[in-house]
């Protein structure tokens, strides 16, 4: 982690703020005994710089390695880090670039990156079925074409709840030129932290290849069992505040890159434009948001000289809302007193729900507990491979046989959810990662494109390395 994110958050984790106009900042709508802390800059995680300088490419060099966490209270703790910042670099890329990274891998274990979202070919996928990862003190290079406009996220996909938690993960934009420039722009990652225990240690005392290395952000991972137990910073911070003119836009990318805590955004959200793949068919403007792991939402204000609060309301995988304080999450901060003004407009794609085929071509049914999680019955790796053809659309039918939720991540490739329970959506909903609850059943239409062996899985990370992960082969078409 770069000193400059260790020092803002001990700053923001030790007290209380004022606002510009001498509010104290909230930490909650309930009554609160908590000093006032100073106010905290939101800010976008730094950006990576393209090393490629011709047109219509981009190239980065990606370096995992042990970096030092600073807590609360001056704790510190070894993590990990890409290019020595925890978000890492924000990659910024244009739809039809050919982007290149180059993966160095300076941590005691071997890595991947994964790049959740994007279709891929499959060798750059960063799954490690049927292909290695990339061994301490190596470096691997791959390519791949930025087909899809929207916000994206990396992070390893080898042990991966272990060195996720312990810092490393970034989100990937890809732009679209014909979209129209919003005036002011926020990239916005959370994660939820639980302070250590003196007895951890340091994830790079363990041996190479350790299964279990120990998490920098306490015993369980990081992560509250409730996903309501832990800090939410938000790039660091805790609840910063994004000052912005008034009469301007703002759009707002949102990452939970939190391993198993969910956020449920409440507030004045403004216009909710896009989701995991992209701009939405139909803009929505929802009272509350629901991100689970993995999830990314956009949001978009025109923002006149009020401010606005994004609040988090308690939710647990194990039940959904919890009992609890909401708490402020992050704040916007109008400069100045002109009025709000006509946002953006965003060519929505507008397109109907598809009719269900009525065919289901692969069920996938998701039990377990205790740490002992299944995918038909199967632990990964001991798993049946599906398969399909490439170009042909499928159906799948997720079920969730278990007492908690499972956010199911497809690799490589994107879904449109057909119905919940039989019930279709009043609008057209893609996404790479769903979120089903508990007992719930979808039936999700995919047209795989990319010919390789692709993980599914639910992107809950503990239960992920539990085993509940499988393997789906696209082949080529006759």
Not at 79 to 93: E, L, W
Not at 96 to 112: E, I, S, Y
Not at 187 to 211: K, M, Y
Not at 234 to 239: K, M, R
Request: proline share 8%; glycine share 12%.
């Amino acid at each position: 982690m770069s000193p400059r994110w260790a020092a803002l958050a001990v700053i923001a984790l030790g007290c209380r703020g004022e606002g510009d106009k001498g509010e104290p900042l909230p930490e909650s709508r309930g009554d609160s005994t908590m000093e006032e802390e100073p106010i905290t800059a939101l800010v976008s995680p730094a950006e990576a710089i393209d090393e490629d300088p011709a047109a219509g490419a981009f190239a980065l060099t990606l370096t995992a390695a042990p970096a030092t966490h600073v807590l609360p209270g001056g704790e510190q703790i070894e993590g990990y880090a890409y290019n020595g910042q925890t978000p890492g670099p924000t990659i910024r890329v244009s739809l039809g670039d050919k982007v290149t990274v180059t993966l160095v891998n300076q941590l005691q274990q071997t890595t991947t990156v994964h790049w959740h979202g994007l279709v891929t070919p499959w060798e750059a996928d960063g799954a490690t079925w049927m292909l290695g990862g990339v061994a301490p003190g190596e470096s691997r290079t791959v390519s791949f074409i930025a087909t899809e406009a929207g916000t994206f996220w990396y992070h390893p996909h080898m042990n991966t709840d272990q060195q996720v938690d312990a810092g490393l993960y970034g989100v990937l934009i890809v732009e679209d030129p014909a979209e129209p420039r919003v005036q002011n722009e926020r990239v916005i990652v959370l994660d939820d932290w639980i302070l250590p225990r003196p007895e951890n240690g340091a994830i790079d005392s363990q041996t190479p290849d350790s299964a279990s290395p120990t998490p920098p952000h306490g015993e369980t991972g990081g992560h509250g069992e409730s996903g309501d137990e832990g800090l939410w910073l938000v790039n660091g911070l805790i609840a910063p505040t994004a000052s912005v003119p008034s009469g301007e836009a703002l759009r707002a990318r949102v990452l939970n890159a939190s391993n198993r805590g969910y956020v449920k955004l409440s507030g004045a959200l403004g216009a909710q434009i896009a989701s995991d793949q992209g701009l939405l068919d139909v803009p929505q403007t929802p009272d509350t948001l629901l991100l689970a792991p993995g999830d990314r939402v956009e949001l978009l204000w025109s923002l006149g000289a009020e401010g606005v609060t994004v609040w988090d309301l308690p939710y647990s995988h194990a039940g959904g809302p919890v009992a609890g304080d909401e708490s402020a999450l992050f704040l916007i901060e109008p400069e100045g007193d002109a009025a709000a003004t006509a946002p953006p407009t965003f060519a929505h794609p507008g397109q109907a729900v598809s009719v269900d085929p009525g065919f289901t071509t692969l069920t996938y049914t998701f039990a377990g507990d205790d740490g002992k999680w299944f995918i038909n019955g199967e632990q990964y790796p001991e798993v049946t491979v599906g398969q399909v053809i490439a170009g042909q659309p499928i159906v799948i039918e997720a079920r969730n046989l278990s007492g908690v939720e499972h956010p199911v991540h497809l690799h490589g490739m994107a879904f449109e959810v057909l119905s919940v329970n039989g019930v279709a959506p009043t609008s057209r909903v893609v996404e790479d990662t769903f979120n089903l609850r508990a007992r719930d059943r979808a039936r999700l239409l995919v047209t795989p494109t990319e010919p390789g062996y692709w993980m599914v899985h639910c992107h809950i990370l503990e239960h992920e390395e539990g085993g509940m992960m499988t393997v789906l082969e696209v082949v080529e078409g006759p």
